[in-house]
T-cell receptor, first 111, second 115 residues
């Protein structure tokens, strides 16, 4: 059974304090790893897709990286508006089209 | 452009009642997904449509849950004999196709409360 585990569950940072969120996965053949951002009362908003170990993608203060066992979402010099829950999801070789999500990391950036 | 639209945004119902939740996907998106999200958890897959047919309904928890997409666009999730444990946010997502890299685009969900 595919498993996605995110850590930490919650993270509080000061504005400008860089950090990383972790997503570890145990799957039967990864076809894609997805990062989403979710604001309270809203649906998840797509950020990145990563396909293979060594791949990196960047968007503003966010950079996502992928290894064979885990993915990291690095947040450089965060701002209060980066506060949200960050979700990781995988699509695998089982042929299932649906994404399997982790429980997310709740990030709070204080000014 | 218009995103995924879900109605109602909130629904309160009594235990044992029947409810319908509606999803309007992004125009032209052939794939449509329903997920359920409980507080503090990630979205949990329920059912996936490719066109009009349910290609994967393995996430539906029991036979009280049913979904349709008769014309390959709008979808309705139907829950019979609701239970308090059905309370959650029901999310709908769509994607342009079924490619491995296709990202899902989510609506803002329907918050269902069963009293």
């Amino acid at each position: 059974e595919d498993q996605v585990t995110q850590s930490p569950e919650a993270l509080r940072l000061q504005e400008g304090e860089s950090s990383s969120l972790n997503c570890s996965y145990t799957v039967s053949g990864l076809r894609g790893l997805f990062w989403y951002r979710q604001d309270p009362g809203k649906g998840p908003e797509f950020l990145f897709t990563l396909y293979s170990a060594g791949e990196e993608k960047e968007k503003e203060r966010l950079k996502a990286t992928l290894t064979k066992k885990e993915s990291f979402l690095h947040i450089t010099a965060p701002k209060p508006e980066d506060s949200a829950t960050y979700l990781c999801a995988v699509r695998t070789h089982t042929g299932r089209r649906a994404l399997t999500f982790g429980s997310g990391t709740r990030l709070q950036v204080q000014p | 452009g218009a995103g995924v639209s879900q109605t109602p945004s909130n629904k309160v119902t009594e235990k044992g009642k029947y409810v319908e939740l509606r999803c309007d996907p992004i125009s032209g998106h052939t794939a449509l997904y329903w997920y359920r999200q409980s507080l503090g958890q990630g979205p949990e897959f329920l059912i996936y449509f490719q066109g009009t047919g349910a290609a994967d309904d393995s996430g539906l928890p029991n036979d009280r849950f049913f979904a349709v997409r008769p014309e390959g666009s709008v979808s309705t999730l139907k829950i019979q004999r609701t239970e308090r444990g059905d309370s959650a946010v029901y999310l709908c997502a769509s994607s342009l196709g079924a490619g491995v890299g296709e990202a899902l685009h989510f609506g803002n969900g329907t918050r269902l409360t069963v009293t």
